[in-house]
């Protein structure tokens, strides 16, 4: 199975939001609105490698890397990112957390149900 951290983020820690949307098969607007982010964001150079950006695309990709292996493929696990409701969060999306900036409460919410924890 391909490894989205290791294509999407280069050995100086840069995520490329172009490798993204290749790898899901996408577009860059897509990654954008995934992400939270404006298409300018991702696609000018001077903008991709901001820290609001990094951050973004960074924490989609760790979280999507992290629960591939409960979905079964990185495409699955891409569709739960999008639309799987998250009840210890009002029903809302790991998407739309992230974009409110709350990843690190989704990988704490991960990482209590793979300690065997509820969601």
Known sequence: MRDLVKEAIDDKGLVHPKIIANYFHTTMKEVAEL????????????????VNSQTRLRDMVMIINRVTPWC???FQAYAWYRSEPLPSFGDLTAQALVKQGKANAIMRYLDRIADGGFA
């Open 72 to 74: 079964g493929s990185p």
């Open 35 to 50: 992400s939270g982010l404006s298409i300018d964001a991702i696609s000018k150079k001077a903008r991709v490698s901001s």
